[in-house]
Nanobody, 124 residues
Framework: QVQLAESGGGLVQAGGSLRLSCAASGRTFSSYHMGWFRQHPGKEREFVAAISRRLYNTYYADSVKGRFTISRDNAKNTVYLQMKSLEPEDTATYYC?????????????????WGQGTQVTVSS
């Protein structure tokens, strides 16, 4: 069992930056691939970024590539999402997820655990 808690969301102007954190409970954090997803009101959860559990390979949605950076610190049981050059279209609730599967996936249905989400609002 893994419990996840996101933090770091807020209101920022377009062009600004935010860093989201996701702290995980338990001693098996390094066993999980970790991902960030976001959800706009009335829409499905969409993939943002993912990082593999040991080699720290990273994957990004085309819409955030070059602007967002995912990282993890297995010693601190935490995954981060550094967001730069934010755009109003990035406004959403951001969720982190933990996936115990064999390979990294961008499919939210494959993730085993989710945090409660943190709101990011980018004003124009």
């Amino acid at each position: 069992q893994v419990q996840l808690a996101e933090s770091g969301g807020g209101l920022v102007q377009a062009g600004g930056s935010l860093r989201l954190s996701c702290a995980a409970s338990g001693r098996t954090f390094s066993s999980y691939h970790m991902g960030w997803f976001r959800q706009h009101p009335g829409k499905e959860r969409e993939f943002v970024a993912a990082i593999s559990r040991r080699l720290y390979n990273t994957y990004y949605a085309d819409s955030v590539k070059g602007r967002f950076t995912i990282s993890r610190d297995n010693a601190k049981n935490t995954v981060y999402l550094q967001m730069k050059s934010l755009e109003p279209e990035d406004t959403a609730t951001y969720y982190c997820g933990a996936d115990a599967g064999v390979g990294v996936t961008t499919n939210p249905d494959r993730f085993d655990y989710w945090g409660q989400g943190t709101q990011v609002t980018v004003s124009s």
